[in-house]
């Protein structure tokens, strides 16, 4: 069965661009989380959906955003890049929401200059 | 701060040593908990999870133990092989209707030949 699976793997962007990041949850899994892992740190929450709906939200600015579609997939949107924005962005997936463990993609490498 | 945390950044293990990797966390209130591997390149790999209800639970190869009274949580990896060569995070669901997971900054392992 295939995994998380993310598009693009590598991205690089200028700063004040906007980025688009997409995911596919597991065949049946229902929850879609998105965290951002700084190198040499650990991943932070960022947002979680199920069922279409935000369940929850990290402390992040509302540059960023995120939906999740009827077949479960997801995007995340992050608009007015800065510096700072560089970081590998995970997308994870679980059966409903932490009842179950998050099974994560290889992430979306994104450089801003 | 964070409120889970590893105790030593790096581990170097010798291959066929037993592996212990040490969490505290500061939440009493958590009550759900994740280890994963995360290899270079990829995103975190689901090892294995545990409850509050449960003290230990095994695994292939590996086992989790939970103390709850100091709020201490560990992995122990069997027979450490070079494939073992990563950074393990910890992570805690700090609210049982929370969705998300809070990790630690992780613990390089490396193992010698």
């Known amino acids: 069965d295939a995994g998380v699976t993310q598009s693009p793997t590598h991205l690089i962007k200028t700063r004040g661009q906007q980025v688009t990041l997409r995911c596919s949850p597991i065949?049946?899994?229902?929850?879609v989380s998105w965290y951002q892992q700084v190198l040499g740190q650990g991943p932070q929450f960022i947002f979680q959906?199920?069922?279409?709906?935000?369940?929850g939200r990290g402390n992040f600015p509302d540059r960023f955003s995120a939906r999740q579609f009827p077949n479960y997939s997801s995007e995340l949107n992050v608009n007015a890049l800065l510096l700072g924005d560089s970081a590998l962005y995970l997308c994870?997936?679980?059966?409903?929401?932490?009842?179950?463990?998050?099974?994560f993609g290889n992430g979306t490498r994104l450089t801003v200059t | 701060g964070e409120s889970v945390g590893l105790h030593l950044p790096t581990l170097s293990v010798q291959e066929g040593d037993n592996s212990i990797i040490n969490c505290a966390y500061s939440?009493?209130?958590?009550?759900?908990f994740i280890w994963y591997k995360q290899e270079s390149g990829k995103g975190p790999q689901f090892i294995i999870d545990i409850r509050s209800n449960m003290d230990k639970r095994q695994g292939q190869r590996v086992t989790v133990l939970l103390n709850k009274t100091v709020k201490h949580l560990s992995l122990q990896i069997a027979a450490t092989q070079p494939g073992d060569s990563a950074v393990y995070f910890c992570a805690e669901n700090p609210l049982s209707n929370d969705y998300k997971l809070s990790f630690g900054a992780g613990t390089t392992v490396t193992v010698r030949a």
């Open positions: 959906y199920y069922e279409k709906e935000e369940r």
């Open positions: 065949s049946g899994h229902k929850s």
């Open positions: 994870a997936s679980s059966l409903r929401g932490m009842d179950s463990p998050l099974h």
């Open positions: 939440n009493s209130a958590s009550d759900y």
